[in-house]
């Protein structure tokens, strides 16, 4: 079956950086649209961030810009988060989610699987 499996979380200092990783399994990897998502106590989950398949496609939401990365390793079945200059706001568990299909796409009932999730606190 497909597993998604997310590692990297932590507690972090505002200002500082973390790298969350997502291992994939059970997919053909490359045929999926990866995505990272979050979710913070009593808010809805939210877009994150996105990656096509080769690589060339990404997109971000406004609030992260500039700030997080995504990347992809189809060679491993991995996909990234390269998180810096972290702000409180930040603080929320991760998601890692798969998408079939060439197109990015940012909403969440677009995504056929999902992993466990990360824990990623920020302090002031």
């Known amino acids: 079956q497909v597993q998604l499996v997310e590692s990297g979380g932590g507690l972090v200092q505002a200002g500082g950086s973390l790298r969350l990783s997502c291992a994939a399994s059970?997919?053909?990897?490359?045929?999926?649209?990866m995505g990272w998502f979050r979710q913070a106590p009593g808010k809805e989950r939210e877009f994150v961030a996105a990656?096509?398949?080769?690589?060339?496609?990404?997109a971000y939401a406004d609030s992260v810009k500039g700030r997080f990365t995504i990347s992809r390793d189809n060679a491993k079945n991995t996909v990234f988060l390269h998180m810096n200059s972290l702000k409180p706001e930040d603080t929320a568990v991760y998601y890692c989610?798969?998408?079939?299909?060439?197109?990015?796409?940012?909403?969440?009932?677009?995504?056929?699987?999902w992993g466990q999730g990360t824990q990623v606190t920020v302090s002031s």
């Open positions: 989610a798969a998408a079939l299909g060439p197109a990015v796409v940012t909403t969440t009932r677009r995504y056929n699987y």
């Open positions: 059970g997919l053909t990897f490359s045929r999926y649209v």
């Open positions: 990656i096509n398949w080769s690589g060339g496609g990404t």
